[in-house]
């Protein structure tokens, strides 16, 4: 019996051993990134107090890819600082998950969105004003505005202005952008593509417009689907197979170019986007830009805050 106790105790030692050897390369596993997103220093996270009474907060989901968080939610940041020089511009991420990795991994912090409206107040900010980088009229954008609803006594005034597409108007502006940044690829040999995220909520229907505002603009080699709802990348590699195309350029239909670009897009596994059209035998060539790299765009957003800002009665210089 003392025999077997022994072997049972060292048994379980061992197993111990190994369990405690084995979980620092688990931890540092799952913390490590065999990719370089850039240097976070570059980017400004716009959470400074003392900013005086007018605040225009910039609501957008985020990006944990350093580079692209600066060259598409930056510029748009700018381009609205630019044209309203008299507002203290801010940010405020939707993600959690990004907000926190983004301060572990760099030390850099970025306000969610209740901390950005509890910032504001205690700076003594009066009117603020709100636009978000959202593609749509989505849940986030409901989430968004609920929550501003419940700080409605905290300023005076609170606006919230419109995504990014709103008005036919800003359909065509937007395609037309995305075309006029792939023109050297329609030789007609090659099909355009874009990843769009996609949603559940019925604002999904924006991809289906934006497909129909191509066709019917002659752009026929341009095709566009999601990562997470309809069209798929089956039914976009179905249109694509439809044609006598060569190659194809996959871009995204997305404001950053963070994971789902860089992944579910561009990615070496078999279910990216890239490897499932090199598997169906085409070239493949992937553009890693957001649409806030569009200055047609970051122009759309700046019209959508000078146009809640007119209704909501405050004066626009």
């Known amino acids: 019996m003392k025999k077997l106790m022994s072997l049972i105790l060292t048994a379980c030692m061992l197993v111990m051993l190994l369990c405690a050897a084995a979980a620092p390369a688990m931890a540092e596993g799952e913390d490590d990134e065999n990719y370089n997103t850039g240097d976070a220093t570059l980017d400004d996270p716009r959470n400074a107090d003392n900013i005086g009474e007018k605040e225009l907060l910039v609501v957008s989901f985020g990006t944990s890819y350093n580079d692209s968080r600066r060259l598409t939610i930056g510029a748009i940041e700018e381009?609205?600082?630019?044209?309203?020089?008299?507002?203290?511009?801010?940010?405020?991420?939707?993600?959690?998950?990004?907000?926190?990795h983004v301060l572990s991994r760099d030390g850099i912090k970025i306000d969610n969105v209740g901390e950005a409206l509890d910032r504001a107040a205690n700076n003594g900010v009066k009117t603020l004003v709100v636009q978000p980088t959202h593609l749509m009229h989505g849940f986030e954008y409901t989430d968004l505005k609920n929550e501003l609803a419940e700080y409605?006594?905290?300023?005076?005034?609170?606006?919230l202005a419109?995504?990014?597409?709103?008005?036919?108007?800003?359909?065509?502006?937007?395609?037309?952008?995305?075309?006029?940044?792939?023109?050297?690829?329609?030789?007609?040999?090659?099909?355009v593509c874009f990843m769009g995220h996609g949603t559940e909520a019925e604002s999904n229907g924006v991809y289906a417009k934006m497909q129909t505002i191509l066709s019917e603009a002659g752009c026929e080699h341009y095709y566009i689907g999601t990562v997470e709802a309809e069209p798929s990348v089956e039914d976009v590699l179905k249109m694509v197979k439809a044609g006598k195309y060569e190659r194809?350029?996959?871009?995204?239909?997305?404001?950053?170019?963070?994971?789902?670009?860089?992944?579910?897009?561009?990615?070496?596994?078999?279910?990216?986007?890239?490897?499932?059209?090199?598997?169906?035998?085409?070239?493949?060539?992937c553009v890693i830009e957001g649409?806030?790299?569009?200055?047609?765009?970051?122009?759309?957003?700046?019209?959508?805050?000078?146009?809640?800002?007119?209704?909501?009665?405050?004066?626009?210089?």
């Open 79 to 100: 381009a609205l600082e630019k044209a309203f020089p008299d507002w203290s511009v801010r940010r405020a991420f939707t993600s959690q998950i990004i907000i926190d």
């Open 152 to 159: 409605a006594d905290a300023f005076d005034k609170i606006v």
């Open 162 to 191: 419109e995504p990014l597409l709103n008005t036919d108007a800003d359909f065509d502006t937007v395609a037309e952008a995305v075309v006029n940044a792939t023109a050297k690829f329609d030789d007609g040999k090659t099909a």
């Open 248 to 285: 194809v350029v996959l871009r995204p239909l997305m404001i950053v170019a963070g994971d789902h670009a860089n992944n579910d897009m561009a990615g070496d596994d078999d279910d990216s986007w890239k490897s499932i059209f090199e598997a169906a035998g085409y070239e493949v060539e």
């Open 291 to 317: 649409l806030g790299q569009l200055p047609e765009v970051c122009s759309l957003f700046v019209e959508h805050t000078r146009e809640a800002m007119a209704s909501a009665g405050l004066e626009v210089k």
